[in-house]
């Protein structure tokens, strides 16, 4: 691509467009926004970080690279754990998603709460050019992070979720923070088209943190179908369709839901979690099997089986494969 190519692009993608419009929860968009071909970040339109903590719980603070003054005014706590979550394809900050997530940590009180927002550049019907960006978001949220860290934020107290493109993001924002190593990165059924193929730089995976942990929920359609943390997680055995999320039981639930029809099993990651985050006993008996068939026939059940909760409260020192199983609406948990 020549400079006047790249300006030109770069003029495009900086226009008020393109248009959009919002279905069923979903963000769709007339063209897509490619910034692999034009790096240039718009700070409120393309990306920006969202503060939410027991002080706001409902309307954010924004924040950005360099601004002191919004950092200041807003009620950023350096003593507390901040959570930090990545939308997926389709979203933005204000979907479901990221209000679930961001309504169990306020409940807590104990968090800062920061959401990714980028739903230009994760539109859809433009999967190809959002799963490109990925890469892009990544490195600017770490850049973001660096940024926090040079004013205070004590690095190992961050936590970073994703859910589906969001968890790729998360990974890649792992591997571009330089002021230090991420303590941990949750990824909520992260995404598996194109990225199967996709070189480590790209993606998530057990590098990117001193721990990553993984909820599966919709493996081999939606989310990626191998382990990839130091923990991967496979309720329900970890594919579509998860319990509940049968057509009839949909149908049931919603007869107007189109979208939920597409993505119940891929959801069921993020539902998980934040059930997990304001229920410390939630999701306890997670157990370490080579596969679900032998977890089924109780062969792991065993005095010498390592055992763990799912979600927020996961014991760190767990490793390889872990099998749970599930109620099939909120709660979740068994336990």
Same mark, same amino acid.
């Given at each position: ?36 071909k034009c790096h240039y970040i718009d700070p409120v339109r393309d990306i920006s970080f969202q503060l939410f903590t027991r002080h706001n719980p409902l309307m954010p603070s ?11 005014? @807003? ?11 990545? !939308? =997926?394809? /389709?979203?933005?900050?204000?979907? +479901? ?79 571009n923070v330089k002021s230090g190593r991420i303590r941990r990165i949750t990824g909520l059924d992260p995404a598996g088209p194109l990225f199967n193929k996709w070189p480590k ?15 599966? @929920? ?11 943390? !130091? =923990?991967? /997680?496979?309720?329900?055995?970890? +594919? ?7 057509f009839k039981e949909i149908k049931k639930r919603n007869p107007d839901a189109i979208v939920e029809l597409l993505f119940c099993s891929h959801w069921r990651s993020y539902q ?64």
């Amino acid at each position: 691509m020549g400079v006047s190519d790249y300006w030109f692009v770069c003029l495009i993608g900086s226009l008020p467009g393109p248009p959009s419009v919002n279905f069923d929860g979903a963000n769709l968009q007339l063209y897509p926004i490619n910034k692999n071909k034009c790096h240039y970040i718009d700070p409120v339109r393309d990306i920006s970080f969202q503060l939410f903590t027991r002080h706001n719980p409902l309307m954010p603070s924004n924040l950005r690279i360099g601004d002191d003054a919004a950092l200041a005014q @807003s009620h950023f706590n350096f003593s507390e754990p901040t959570v930090f979550f990545f !939308h =997926a394809f /389709f979203e933005s900050s204000q979907a +479901i998603p990221a209000t679930y997530i961001r309504t169990a940590y306020t409940q807590r009180g104990d968090h800062n709460i920061i959401l990714l927002n980028a739903p230009r550049l994760e539109a859809g019907p433009w999967y190809l050019t959002a799963a490109q960006n990925t890469r892009i978001v990544g490195q600017y949220a770490a850049r973001f992070i660096d940024y926090l860290v040079s004013r205070g934020l004590y690095l190992p107290s961050l936590h970073l979720t994703g859910l589906s493109l969001g968890a790729q993001m998360a990974g890649v924002c792992g591997q571009n923070v330089k002021s230090g190593r991420i303590r941990r990165i949750t990824g909520l059924d992260p995404a598996g088209p194109l990225f199967n193929k996709w070189p480590k730089s790209l993606k998530l995976d057990a590098s990117d943190a001193e721990f990553v942990d993984i909820i599966h @929920s919709d493996a081999g359609i939606f989310g990626y179908p191998r382990q990839i943390g !130091h =923990a991967d /997680f496979w309720p329900n055995r970890g +594919i579509s369709p998860q319990p509940g999320c049968n057509f009839k039981e949909i149908k049931k639930r919603n007869p107007d839901a189109i979208v939920e029809l597409l993505f119940c099993s891929h959801w069921r990651s993020y539902q998980f979690f934040a059930e997990s985050v304001v229920n410390s006993d939630a999701f306890y008996g997670a157990v370490n099997c080579n596969k679900w068939e032998e977890y089924e026939e109780g062969i792991c059940n065993d005095q010498n089986s390592f055992t763990t909760r799912m979600g927020l409260y996961v014991d760190e020192r767990a490793r390889g494969n872990f099998y749970i199983t599930t109620n099939p609406e909120s709660p979740y948990s068994k336990t």
